[in-house]
């Protein structure tokens, strides 16, 4: 925590909801990433945050693209700041999991193929937050939104696993909750060159149905409970980090229902559904467990 | 330089954030340990941590939302009711 500056780079007083963990990650995330950073950003909820012109809350440059085009925008930003000779910018697409699972995957992958130089942040509340909770290929099963009252049937989309598989350098998932080990993420990736990929779960009160203090909790217990796992995949090599790396065994983790127990999205989830959930997470696991085995 | 639409950053960018509220934390700095995990947790950025640890918090742009509460082991914050 020392190592954090104590500058703020993300002012107070934007247009965030209250206990919203997207800001909380991005506030800590420029802290890492510094004055030295231009931001792309699609429509997403961070578009709002980032208020109507002439004020911003952000102290860093932020260009705002189309919707599908965050990584193809900052593939042409790091073209023209090389013809100028500028070498020493952060690019980061920072990108909402909308932005990323389903309309912006094309331009993700675009980049990702070319190996472009930039940082891709994707912060995922599991559906449309900003547009009012409408179902995104990144939504759990099980999870109500707007256009899947009865929860959604299908599981969630596997992005990290998708651009392992684009064999970039490095790809890396982390917790709003944990946001030490996200900067130590994010450091790493700085450190590197090429498509670099964090998908970073972040916890939304209005959208997940829980009080707004809860927020740090939430995401704890996704991650203690097993339903979001923390590794880090880097030159081909994949392991476990922060409280994952002790949670391999099933019997270490907690119950899945304290994790569903505490948001409103997951009421109408009978056992049933819910033994439907443990299994596809045990899935998860025993791909990722594989993967670190190499 | 550019011209035209380009924003400036500023504090308030969403207006008096503060007005949000209905329940203020309050800091008890002699129960506080300094370990500033409110101010790691404040998604506003309105905890601030003064030279020798103490913390105080920007009111007119705390939203109220708790969480400095909830993640405060040492139960230096509580949240008091304004509205």
């Not at chain 1, 500028?86 to 909402?96: E, K, L």
């Not at chain 2, 380009?6 to 207006?15: D, F, N, Q, Y």
């Amino acid at each position: 925590m020392r190592n954090l500056t104590d500058e703020e780079y993300l002012l107070p007083g934007n247009a965030a909801c209250p206990g919203c963990a997207a800001v909380m990650a991005m506030r800590i995330g420029l802290k890492v990433l510094g004055p030295r950073t231009i931001l792309v950003i699609p429509a997403c909820c961070m578009s709002v945050v980032q208020g109507h012109c002439p004020k911003t809350p952000s102290k860093v440059p932020i260009f705002n693209t189309a919707f599908a085009a965050s990584a193809a925008t900052a593939s042409g930003i790091r073209a023209a700041l090389e013809m100028k000779g500028i070498m020493d910018v952060n690019i980061v697409c920072w990108a909402g999991d909308g932005g990323t699972a389903d309309i912006g995957i094309q331009s993700l992958s675009g980049a990702a193929e070319r190996g472009d130089d930039l940082i891709y942040v994707c912060y995922d509340n599991e559906a449309y937050m900003n547009t009012g909770t409408q179902r995104s290929g990144s939504t759990p099963e099980g999870a109500r939104t707007t256009t899947t009252i009865t929860g959604k049937s299908e599981g969630k989309k596997d992005v990290p696993g998708i651009m392992i598989a684009h064999r970039i350098p490095y790809v890396a998932t982390a917790c709003t909750s944990y946001p030490l080990d996200f900067a130590n993420k994010l450091r790493r990736a700085i450190s590197m060159r090429g498509t670099r990929y964090i998908h970073l779960l972040s916890p939304c009160p209005p959208g997940w149905r829980y009080p707004t203090e809860k927020t740090v909790e939430v995401g704890k217990l996704a991650v203690e409970s097993g339903a979001w796992i923390l590794y880090e995949w880097a030159g081909g090599r994949c392991r476990l980090t922060g409280p994952s790396s002790g949670l391999a065994e099933r019997s270490k983790r907690r119950p899945l229902e304290e994790y569903l127990r505490i948001q409103g999205r997951f009421a109408q989830a009978d056992p049933s559904k819910i033994e439907g959930m443990k299994r596809r997470i045990d899935e998860e696991w025993e791909r990722i467990l594989a993967l670190c085995k190499g | 330089m550019l011209g035209g639409p380009v924003s400036k950053a500023t504090e308030g960018a969403g207006g008096l954030t503060g007005m949000w509220r209905i329940r203020r934390p309050e800091v008890d700095n002699s129960m506080c340990t300094k370990c500033h995990l409110c101010w790691l947790f404040c998604p506003e950025g309105v905890v601030r941590r003064g030279c020798k640890g103490e913390i105080w918090i920007v009111y007119e742009f705390c939203k109220g939302c708790g969480i400095c509460a909830e993640v405060c082991a040492a139960r230096a914050i509580r949240m008091v009711r304004e509205v």
